[in-house]
Each structure stands twice: as C-alpha cells, then as structure tokens.
C-alpha cells in the first residue's frame, strides 16, 4: 500500500517487509530538488526504525532512475565566492564546518543510507546521471533496465560529486575505470555498466521490476544475520585483517544466538525450508 504523505516520492509496503521507494518527480526526470532530499532522508530513516521493514528497492518514476540535482529549484541559494573556495579545506569538511547551502542537506540521504543494514536495491529504469548515479552507487545491489544509462557529469560542469561518488565508485568498478568515468563524464550504457562491474545485473525494461522485487521479497525473507553480513562487509573493507577476523569471532557468537539460527537449526533436522522471521 502507498503512503500518501510525501510529496517528491511514494513509499509502498509490501508483502514480507519489502519497502518500495520511488522518486515521483517524472517531468524533471527525477531530479533532486530540496523537497526530495528532505524527504528520501526521512523515508530512508523511516525504513531504518521500522522493524517490519526488511528490505528496501529503490526506483523511479517514468523514463529515468534520476537525472542528477534540480538547480532550477534553487533561486535564492547563495553561492559560495572564490575566496570561499579558497578558504574551504578537507579538514573544514571533516571536521563540520564546512557550509552546507541551502535549506535542506543534499547529504542527508546519503548519511542516512550509510545508517541503514537492511540490503537495499537500486532498480535503476532509466538514466543515473550526476546525483542519480551517486544514488545507485550508494545501493548494495543494482539492477538495471536494458535502457538505462549511467555517468558522472560533474567534470562537464566544472563541479564535484558530493554524494559518495569518490569514495564508493572505486570500490565498485575498480580505481582506473572509476577515474575514468569521474574524469571524462562519459555517459556509458547498461551493456557497459555490466560489463564493468558498476550493475549486478541487466533485464529487459519490462522485467526489471519484476525482478528487483523478486529478489528484495527473497533478501526480506532472509535471516537477521542478513544485517550482520551488511554491515561487517562494509566495516571491513577499511580494516586490516587482524581486526577484521576478531569482528567475524563476535559476529558469528552473536548471530548463533539469534532465534533464526535457532529456526535454521531446527529446520535442518527436520528437512524442511526455515522460516526466519529477521530476529
């Protein structure tokens, strides 16, 4: 059933706790403008504290995934000087002082996304350009419609990627390639994002929905370990192998002790399929 309180997007339920998130601004093509970012960041947070809410697919209205940031949303935004520029610094940014412009936090999807160890699926329908890419990089998993496309178009504006781009693409596709896409803009197919390791997977148009919920409905009926394997995936990508294995000792003490493990137990005896119910 769709939640009617939003105004930039529609937040469905579904069977087995998968949520449907779906950017509903079609004639801008998706874009984010500052009502979407206020509000994706509190669906995305909403899907974190919802216990019932398993597994999150994540899509777009019409023909495109998203096509990037709506500046035309954004007259009275004042605009950073170049002495502004000058004086702003990586350490500024790290430690908080940097200025965010506007009213909403174009970041705050993104902090909210990192806070979430629920599998998340980008079903990406169309193009992801700019901060629509940002968006899909920022998923677990991306499923892409054959008439999908994908790219980094800041380096055409002379601007940069603030959405994770940086960070996540090199750890998707690999240095070279990332910095390829980051440094020439290029807008590839879905082909090539297969090919490249950028999507899990390609279908026709008219099947991808069909099965990015097929595989959200199959992730949500997964056990509570499910977040563990998440959320250890990710600590270890920046951590050495020593305390990587002690988290693993933790991690696997805890999810033994999980009713689900409990439930697979018992259902290996019996010989039948478990039924986890994410606890």
Not at 82 to 91: C, K
Not at 128 to 153: I, P, W, Y
Not at 159 to 186: M, N, Q
Not at 212 to 223: D, K, N, S, V, W
């Amino acid at each position: 059933m769709a939640d009617q309180i939003y105004q930039e997007l529609t937040y469905e339920t579904r069977d087995d706790g998968v949520v449907l998130i779906t950017l509903n601004r079609p004639r801008a093509l998706n874009a984010f403008n500052l009502q979407l970012f206020a509000e994706f960041a509190q669906a995305i947070d909403r899907v974190r504290t919802t216990d019932d809410a398993r597994c999150l697919v994540i899509t777009g209205a019409g023909r495109a995934f998203c096509s990037g940031a709506d500046v035309s949303d954004r007259p009275g935004t004042p605009r950073p000087t170049e002495a502004d520029a000058q004086e702003f610094t990586i350490h500024e940014r790290i430690s908080g002082k940097g200025v965010v412009y506007g009213s909403a936090d174009p970041q705050g999807y993104i902090k909210a996304l990192a806070r979430l160890w629920k599998p998340v699926i980008a079903a990406v329908n169309g193009a992801a350009v700019g901060a629509g890419m940002g968006l899909a990089l920022n998923c677990d998993l991306r499923l892409a419609s054959d008439k999908a496309v994908f790219g980094e178009a800041y380096i055409r504006r002379a601007t940069f990627a603030s959405g994770g781009d940086c960070w996540y693409l090199p750890r998707v596709v690999g240095l070279p390639r990332a910095l390829e896409l980051l440094l020439t803009g290029d807008i590839i197919d879905a082909a090539e994002a297969y090919r490249i390791g950028l999507v899990n997977h390609v279908y026709p148009h008219d099947e991808l929905m069909p099965k990015a919920l097929e595989l959200a409905h199959r992730l949500a009926r997964g056990p509570w370990s499910t977040r563990l394997f998440k959320q250890m995936t990710y600590y270890f990508m920046d951590m050495d192998l020593d305390r990587a294995l002690e988290l693993t000792r933790m991690g696997s003490i805890i999810s033994h002790a999980s009713q689900d493990a409990l439930e697979g137990r018992r259902a290996f005896r019996e010989k039948r399929e478990p039924v986890f119910k994410g606890k």
